[in-house]
């Protein structure tokens, strides 16, 4: 009995030691993060457009895809991530 008991304990303390499971948003978006998503709804856009790309992308809402190779430009679109976020704000795609 006392085998069983330390056995259940033990598998309850590998469980609690597990780290919790990443959500998408860690903190709240700015309005003007929030608008920015909101104009890659429609379209991507270039990468140096907007100063808030650089902490959506780390937040893996918005991904980097190639643009016009002969202008070496970059565009930003959106994650299934940062269309979730959207479509939560009733904004489906």
Same mark, same amino acid.
């Given at each position: 009995?006392?085998?069983?008991?330390?056995?259940?304990?033990?598998?309850?303390?590998?469980?609690?030691?597990?780290?919790?499971?990443?959500?998408?948003?860690?903190?709240?978006?700015?309005?003007?993060?929030?608008?920015?998503?909101?104009?890659?709804?429609? !379209?991507?856009?270039?990468?140096?457009?907007k100063p808030e790309? #650089?902490? @959506? &992308?780390?937040? $893996? =809402?918005?991904?980097?895809?190639?643009?016009?190779?002969?202008?070496? !430009?970059?565009?930003?679109?959106?994650?299934?991530?940062?269309? #979730?976020? @959207? &479509?939560?704000? $009733? =904004?489906?795609?």
């Amino acid at each position: 009995m006392y085998w069983t008991s330390s056995k259940n304990q033990a598998a309850s303390n590998e469980q609690a030691a597990k780290p919790a499971k990443r959500t998408i948003l860690r903190r709240l978006l700015s309005h003007h993060e929030l608008a920015t998503l909101l104009l890659l709804l429609h !379209a991507p856009i270039d990468a140096h457009a907007k100063p808030e790309i #650089a902490m @959506l &992308q780390e937040a $893996g =809402l918005v991904e980097q895809v190639p643009g016009d190779v002969a202008a070496g !430009a970059t565009k930003i679109r959106l994650t299934n991530e940062g269309n #979730a976020v @959207l &479509q939560g704000l $009733g =904004l489906a795609r």
